[in-house]
């Protein structure tokens, strides 16, 4: 930006960068077949854990061996029942890198099927939620451009719906809905605007509930919807 740009060029620059553009969240693809339990990671998955790219080849036992001791029993299970079901794998939980580090992550999937429509697997992706936004950005955000306010409304709305279904804090919902917004090219006020409008559809109890939620977050801008 120019030396000379105003005050408002620059808080809507700011602005710019957090709401659907920027730099790309932190996020990789997973793929996971039932019959032979093979998984699939993009890149950026390996990279998550601490390996570099092509250098592993994932496995359940290796994929639980990154698991936070106390999430681990929670995610085996939720892999056992992804396996029992022929459901999607889905989860919010802790990894330990290959150096120790530890990420906070979510695994959102929805299933895959063959050509004859049977389900033969899930496939979906890792957000990781460990990085917090620049706090100059986010005040940018929440107080410098008055006209706004009824984007930021309906956003709130679909962040506390994400807070109350993945039991997210509020910046991490916001990453979530970011990510969405990044990765279909949708303006975020339009993305959330449609997650608002479809939560009626959503069956009315769990565990039905998560799994439609999902499916929800991962298709929505394959929809028509309210802009």
């Avoid at 620049?134 to 679909?158: G, K, M, Y």
Wanted: proline letters at 5%; aromatic letters at 8%.
């Amino acid at each position: 930006m120019e030396s000379g740009a105003t005050a408002t060029e620059a808080a809507t620059h700011a602005v710019v960068q957090v709401v659907g553009g920027g730099t790309p969240q932190a996020t990789g693809s997973f793929g996971f077949w039932f019959a032979d339990q093979r998984w699939q990671w993009s890149d950026e998955v390996a990279v998550m854990h601490g390996y570099e790219p092509g250098t592993v080849t994932p496995t359940t036992e290796l994929l639980l061996s990154h698991k936070h001791p106390d999430d681990r029993a929670q995610v085996a299970e939720t892999i056992a029942k992804s396996l029992r079901n022929a459901e999607p794998f889905c989860s919010r939980h802790r990894i330990i890198d290959t150096t120790g580090q530890m990420r906070h992550v979510i695994v959102l999937g929805d299933t895959m099927t063959d050509d004859d429509g049977k389900v033969v697997g899930t496939t979906g992706y890792y957000v990781d939620l460990t990085e917090t936004f620049d706090e100059q950005r986010q005040e940018t955000l929440a107080n410098a451009l008055p006209e706004l306010f009824e984007a930021r409304a309906v956003i709130e709305q679909a962040k506390g719906v994400l807070m109350r279904v993945y039991r997210l804090n509020a910046e991490q919902a916001f990453r979530v809905l970011q990510w969405r917004s990044q990765e279909t090219n949708i303006k975020l006020r339009t993305l959330a605007t449609r997650l608002i409008a479809e939560l009626d559809s959503l069956p009315p109890a769990p565990p039905q509930v998560q799994t439609a939620f999902d499916h929800l977050l991962l298709t929505m801008h394959e929809q028509a919807g309210p802009e």
